[in-house]
């Protein structure tokens, strides 16, 4: 495999519904679902002797991308959560992306999936508005589509970093809804390089 390095920050404000499985007991099983909009921030780098991908803004080849998000996991006491998160995020093409893949054609397209390990503290659980915090770890992998009959890029890498932050509205005694923030970096190894804007 070829190796390339790139950084990638993905900001997401969602809303999240959480439902508590058990029967109202304070240890219980909840589930998450949340969905948003999720923005790239950093540069493409290249590796030691790795050309075709040095310098150029992720955003040039990732536009955006909407997430699609699950939380499943257990609430040990009425502050504290842990369990697993797995999340799919379909996305439009940047600039770069967009000028190599002109006509529409099909498959042209970048895509990300994630999943790990995350906890979270809440500040008020008993309360109708219910802050909270949390912090996770994972591995991801982002593919970037040429269209049809073209080999796509891979690149996948653990993240860095995964900060979250959220108010949950309590709608009864086992749903909550609120907005929720993320954002979250990653190291990723290419399989092949990176077309930078230039080459495009």
């Known amino acids: 495999m070829k190796r390339g390095r790139t950084v990638i920050a993905w900001v997401a404000i969602t809303a999240t519904a959480r439902a508590a499985l058990a029967d109202g007991s304070v240890a219980s099983v909840e589930i998450a679902a949340r969905v948003g909009y999720g923005f790239p921030f950093g540069d493409v780098e290249s590796h030691k002797g790795f050309a075709g991908s040095v310098g150029d803004p992720l955003d040039q080849t990732v536009g955006g991308m909407v997430p699609l998000w699950l939380d499943v996991g257990y609430r040990f006491n009425p502050r504290w959560f842990g369990g697993v998160f797995v999340a799919y995020a379909p996305g439009v093409p940047g600039d770069a992306l ?103």
């Not at 891979?154 to 609120?178: H, K, M, P, T, V």
């Open 98 to 200: 967009h000028a190599a893949c002109s006509n529409n054609v099909p498959g042209c397209s970048p895509d990300d999936f994630r999943a790990g390990l995350e906890a979270q503290f809440h500040v008020l659980p008993e309360g109708r508005w219910d802050p909270w915090l949390g912090v996770g770890l994972g591995y991801e992998w982002l593919h970037v589509g040429f269209g049809a009959g073209t080999d796509p890029l891979w690149a996948s890498g653990f993240e860095l970093l995964n900060l979250q932050a959220g108010l949950d509205a309590r709608l009864g005694s086992q749903i909550a809804l609120g907005p929720f923030l993320a954002l979250t970096a990653a190291e990723y190894g290419w399989n092949s390089p990176l077309p930078s804007s230039n080459a495009f």
